[in-house]
T-cell receptor, first 112, second 110 residues
Framework: NAGVTQTPKFRVLKTGQSMTLLCAQDMNHEYMYWYRQDPGMGLRLIHY???????AKGEVPDGYNVSRLKKQNFLLGLESAAPSQTSVYFC???????????FGPGTRLTVL | ELKVEQNPLFLSMQEGKNYTIYCNYS?????LYWYRQDPGKSLESLFV?????AVKQEGRLMASLDTKARLSTLHITAAVHDLSATYFCAVMEYGNKLVFGAGTILRVKS
């Protein structure tokens, strides 16, 4: 099992450009999450999904959109990137909301 | 709004010594998780604590949960260099979402 994978691993964008981060899991988990990690701030929840076709806002959703068209995939979109979105993005999944979350390897995004 | 505070935020310790990392949280919860992160890497699950009084041990690490005090501890026994990493606690809040502490950077010096 690959667990949780993320694509791409690194990306540099210019302000105003758009991009999509892809998260895939092969554990048949219902819940999936997107976090951002900034120095000294731990992880903050951007959006999450409790099942295929559902999404919900987390703590810091502004400037991001998500979609969960298939159970195994969770996409995070930036429509118009800003320097404040420079961060490391982690995807995670869990069997349900009560179980531990398994994290992907992360995507390091720089917005110039 | 749930707040999670870890202390210390940075810990430098000698090999062979013992120390404790504290995780305090502001509202009621009975589920707490500890994760480890190596530099440039992802998060690895260490412990899942599901009830008051829960204690879990793995090697030189032991975690406990006191839901009445809203406190979890991660105790390190006889530290070794391989334990150097950043340790996060995360607390489950209403709606099955995790709120993370800022992390404790642990450096074990030989």
């Amino acid at each position: 099992n690959a667990g949780v994978t993320q694509t791409p691993k690194f990306r540099v964008l210019k302000t105003g450009q758009s991009m999509t981060l892809l998260c895939a899991q092969d554990m048949n988990h219902e819940y999936m999450y997107w976090y951002r990690q900034d120095p000294g701030m731990g992880l903050r929840l951007i959006h999450y999904s409790v099942g295929e076709g559902t999404t919900a806002k987390g703590e810091v959703p502004d400037g991001y959109n998500v979609s969960r068209l298939k159970k195994q995939n969770f996409l995070l979109g930036l429509e118009s990137a800003a320097p404040s979105q420079t961060s490391v993005y982690f995807c995670a999944s869990s069997r349900t909301g009560l179980y531990e979350q398994f994290f992907g390897p992360g995507t390091r995004l720089t917005v110039l | 709004e749930l707040k999670v505070e870890q202390n210390p935020l940075f810990l430098s310790m000698q090999e062979g010594k013992n120390y404790t990392i504290y995780c305090n949280y502001s509202t009621t919860s009975d589920r707490l998780y500890w994760y480890r992160q190596d530099p440039g890497k992802s998060l690895e699950s260490l412990f899942v604590l599901l009830s008051n009084g829960a204690v879990k041990q793995e090697g030189r690490l032991m975690a406990s949960l006191d839901t009445k005090a809203r406190l979890s501890t991660l105790h390190i026994t006889a530290a070794v260099h391989d334990l150097s990493a950043t340790y996060f606690c995360a607390v489950m809040e209403y709606g099955n979402k995790l709120v993370f502490g800022a992390g404790t950077i642990l450096r074990v010096k030989s």
